[in-house]
């Protein structure tokens, strides 16, 4: 390239850049977990990929914009299609994009094969979905999670493993699902579990602090680790990077000194303001903290202190 | 020269260096003379490719930083150590009844406090099976006898979203006789096996060197979580083919009864256990707390000036 060459091409991404061309959307990060079952690393949220000779399960779909490079990007990983998908909750970083992934996908029910993926859910999703709770509008409609399970769990024999969709009741939301892959021994968390982040505790739908914790000690159950407290069971979490039990061990063990701490506070008569000002949360703020963002250290602790001071249920 | 090369040769197996003579019969013919040659190579058995050897086994020289060995740090004790007040807060809330949980009893000391020890090593070396050149090192370290590789072979570090492990993720090359090491993707830890914690954002930059069957380990940790400034850590060997690795199976169990989630730890400012070590070494408290300050020999002069510290 010679130079003058060179400054023209600076100088047309100076114009594209002063007219405020859209920036593309960032690439996934593929991350391997088991043969069959990859983490797919957004800006925002995880994808959990899971294949075999029954076809494709996916877990939570990411944005509109993200959408099309998980479909790019299960389509590197195999060419069986996509049967199902997953929503762990009804927040649209997680499901808005559910239309464009069930158009590429088929479904196999009661004699036909349709021609979208079945999307999966806790009841509670597709009511806030479909707008019957929470006053949010509708979606459209191909991206709500018609196939739900009411109770406790749905199980589901798929790819020649068990797997076991598991509700999680107030905790990020009121309709938390992990799926656990048996066979595999791999646990996609959804939202209730980020390794470099305070949980976003939704408490306009539903969630709660303390039921966080309770997700994340029967998880700690679930798992189990190989030598040395490491490996095992692998942890595929709302968003950050792929971990094991100990990361599960060691985010309980943080909340639950938290939420200790605050509630300490809060019987000794402190509002919000001033529990806020002693800094329950300092110590672990420069791992899980932020000053902002979406979801502020400041906002968590306001969570976690409305959470702790209302009346039991 | 001689007895360094036979020195050698007892390490290896036996295996003759052979670039390693060419290198000294170089210098022979360039009329580098016997003083150059003896300089090459004293002390340093090599490996085919040139670069000192490591492997072998080693043995820990136990009176090192004995307390952190034998009986353990005491709670409170954060005297040395360049960390901050979240540093503090997490240590002083610190309650050792957490290794009470079955989740907590088989966490093996990080890549970073390993060579604290329990520690002797067996350290070998992964081959290309086609070159033969060496891709790795593997070191066992004696407590819970992690295996550590350090890849030697030019790979890039993993993706940030890849797993961390007690070991982390560790690259090394070699300048001059030293290998040095850069590890990421280590598990939370500790620095002191008191309560004083280390992130997962930390980053350790090692430099191993060998001088004849002494092998020295320098280690830096930089944590911008926990610490003001890096820790600066040595530890040494000796070479003994002797050294036998034990297995070494935790099994996990319920040793007391407690609730589901249990989480052992102290509220600030409720912690009655701090105490016990300023007291004990008649040092105020805010001393026993720890500080950047005190890695550096200026700080003699902070201790002297104490009230009673000196004559005590």
Known sequence: MTRRTGLCLLALGAVFSARGAVPAAPELDVVKVRDNIYMLVGPAENTTVAFGTDGVMIVNTQSEAMAPKILAAVARLTDQPIRYIVNTDAHAANTAGNVIVTKAGKFIADRIESDSASIIAHENVLNRLSGVTGGDPPGERLGWPEDVYYKGWMDMHFNGEAIQIIHEPHAHTDGDSVVFFRGSDVIATGDLFAPGAYPVIDLERGGSFQGIIDALNRLIDLAVPDANEEGGTMIIPGHGRVTDEYDLVIYRDMLTIIRDRVRDLIHRGMSLEQVQAARPTRDYDGIYGSDAGPWTTRMFVAAVYRDLDRPAP | ?312
């Not at chain 2, 090593?121 to 290309?128: P, T, Y």
């Not at chain 2, 930059?205 to 040595?234: A, G």
């Not at chain 2, 199976?249 to 300023?278: I, M, S």
């Not at chain 2, 040092?283 to 550096?296: F, H, I, K």
Request: charged content about 20%; hydrophobic content about 40%.
């Open chain 2, 1 to 312: 020269m001689g007895g360094a090369l036979a020195k050698g040769a007892d390490a290896r197996g036996g295996c003759v260096h052979k670039s390693a003579i060419a290198a000294a019969l170089l210098l022979a013919s360039a009329g580098a003379g016997n003083a150059a040659l003896a300089q090459y190579f004293e002390g340093k058995p090599r490996l085919a490719q040139g670069e000192v050897d490591l492997t072998g086994g080693w043995l820990q020289k136990f009176h090192q930083d004995s307390h952190e060995r034998k009986e353990g740090p005491a709670i409170g004790d954060y005297t040395g150590l360049p960390v901050n007040d979240d540093a503090r807060l997490r240590a002083n809330t610190w309650d050792p009844d957490k290794w009470t949980v079955p989740e907590h009893q088989c966490e093996p000391h990080p890549a970073d406090y390993g060579p604290h020890g329990p520690a002797n090593l067996q350290i070998s070396k992964i081959l290309d099976p086609h070159s033969l050149k060496t891709v790795a090192i593997q070191v066992i370290v004696g407590w819970m006898v992690p295996v550590r590789t350090i890849w030697l072979d030019g790979r890039p570090h993993p993706s940030a979203n890849a797993a961390h492990t007690w070991m982390g993720f560790s690259t090394g090359h070699w300048e001059g006789d030293t290998l040095i090491v850069e590890t990421t993707h280590l598990k939370e830890g500790w620095i002191r096996r008191n309560g004083v914690a280390r992130s997962d954002k930390a980053r350790l930059t090692e430099y191993w060197m060998r001088h004849d069957d002494v092998l020295t380990l320098v280690s830096i940790v930089n944590d911008p979580v926990y610490l003001t400034e890096p820790l600066m850590r040595s530890w040494s060997w000796t070479l003994d083919p002797g050294v036998h690795m034990t297995p070494y199976t935790c099994e996990a169990k319920v040793e007391v009864d407690r609730p589901q989630g249990f989480v052992a730890h102290w509220l600030p400012g409720t912690n009655p256990n701090l105490k016990e070590f300023p007291e004990k070494m008649h040092l105020p408290e805010s001393v026993a707390q720890g500080g950047a300050d005190q890695m550096y020999p200026e700080y003699q002069d902070v201790l002297k000036a104490l009230p009673g510290a000196v004559a005590k």
